[in-house]
């Protein structure tokens, strides 16, 4: 496609529900994030891929988040035992280069997000 | 720690006046600075940015930010305000150490009264 795509667009679990959230990154593109925006906050940082690899899951709340990214392109974010302070939009975003390296600012193109709800 | 702040939640305009969204950064080093604008039901959007060099940036949608150092601020600015541009708009810093983790303001949203 030519964006990236989230699924599913709304996520509804009762509490202690294991959830997994998709995203097609557009295609080639090298980096991949997860951010997650309570309402009325701005998005946070939640972990990044590049290609295949997890070099930064500094931000995931708990050991129940798990991401992955098995061949360099769609990734999966899975949240176990679902607590009610995990709803939120979660938002996918990809880049084309690895990084940032070159320091030119790489911009980050955003999925509309899936959102979740947790009863 | 790197962070932006964007003390208006709202900013309301008319269609066809100027409008300001602001933001202030705090940063160690050189700051790599970015507007995303957020429409309903819709993933953020790049607006623009400022690594280095002029200033006064312009972005996509007629929008423009200037970064002024001396008051650590990258406000956005538009010289005339449409109805379309009514969504949320989020300033952005990349996080030192770590370049690839984008650090966000709360978010300003902007409405545009015809």
């Known amino acids: 496609g030519a964006g990236v795509s989230q699924s599913p667009r709304y996520k509804v679990a009762k509490r202690g529900q294991d959830v997994a959230l998709r995203c097609d990154p557009i295609s080639g593109h090298v980096s991949l994030f997860w951010y997650q925006q309570a309402l009325g906050q701005g998005p946070e940082f939640l972990t990044y891929?590049?290609?295949?690899?997890?070099?930064?899951k500094s931000g995931l709340p708990s050991d129940r988040f798990f991401a992955e990214r098995p061949e360099g392109s769609v990734s999966t974010l899975k949240i176990q035992r679902t607590q009610q302070e995990d709803s939120a939009v979660y938002l996918c975003?990809?880049?084309?280069?690895?990084?940032?390296?070159?320091?030119?600012?790489?911009?980050?193109?955003f999925g509309s997000g899936t959102q979740l709800s947790v009863l | 720690a790197q962070s932006v702040a964007q003390p208006e939640d709202q900013v309301n305009v008319a269609e066809g006046n100027p409008l300001t969204v602001k933001c202030t950064y705090s940063?160690?080093?050189?700051?790599?600075l970015f507007w995303y604008v957020q429409y309903p039901n819709r993933g953020l959007q790049f607006l623009l940015k400022?690594?280095?060099?002029?200033?006064l940036v312009k972005g996509s949608y007629g929008f423009e930010a200037e970064f002024n150092k001396s008051q650590t601020s990258f406000h956005l600015k538009k010289p005339s305000a449409l109805v379309s541009d009514s969504a949320l708009y989020f300033c952005a810093v990349r996080d030192i150490g770590s370049f690839q983790k984008l650090v966000f303001g709360t978010g300003t949203r902007l409405l545009v009264s015809p």
């Open positions: 940063v160690s080093g050189n700051p790599y």
């Open positions: 891929f590049q290609n295949e690899a997890q070099l930064d």
């Open positions: 400022y690594i280095t060099g002029d200033n």
């Open positions: 975003a990809s880049s084309l280069g690895a990084g940032d390296q070159q320091g030119l600012g790489e911009k980050l193109f």
